[in-house]
């Protein structure tokens, strides 16, 4: 069984949105990431941010590179549970950290983070539906 396969036969709530839904948003938002993202990384190596605001930001692109293949590739959602709070956890972290340093960045992140939160919410019901 291929993994869409796989994820259209799990228990979802009511609220949880069609899959077409998640490409385009995360389209939007990995190009959201990428700028922002991309000036924290371009600003560390030219020395004009410490690694302790950089490292948050490091620790999201982990986790959220690693969610895809804990849910579909191991088709283990309490793995894929565990990571997306991770994902979360850093993702305010490095806006907290970014914030004082430069606000855009903080702000440009808002809808990964509203988005993320919703995602959040959706594995953790997953996972205690599919238990």
Do not use: C
């Not at 994820?7 to 979802?12: A, H, N």
């Not at 069609?18 to 922002?36: D, E, H, M, Q, R």
């Not at 190596?45 to 895809?68: D, H, I, M, R, S």
């Amino acid at each position: 069984m291929d993994s869409a396969s796989w994820y259209s036969k799990l228990k979802k709530p009511g609220w949880a949105p069609p899959s077409w839904i998640f490409g385009p948003v995360w389209t939007i938002l990995y190009i959201l990431i990428a700028v922002s993202f991309g000036n924290v990384f371009i600003l560390f190596v030219q020395g004009e941010l410490p690694w302790q605001v950089v490292l948050p930001f490091a620790l999201n692109l982990v986790f959220n590179f690693a969610f895809t293949p804990l849910q579909f590739g191991l088709r283990n959602n309490l793995l894929a549970s565990l990571d997306i709070v991770l994902v979360l956890t850093t993702l305010i972290w490095a806006i907290a950290s970014i914030l004082s340093h430069i606000p855009w960045v903080a702000y440009i992140n808002i809808p990964y983070l509203l988005w993320v939160t919703f995602a959040t919410i959706l594995q953790l019901t997953l996972t205690y539906l599919n238990k």
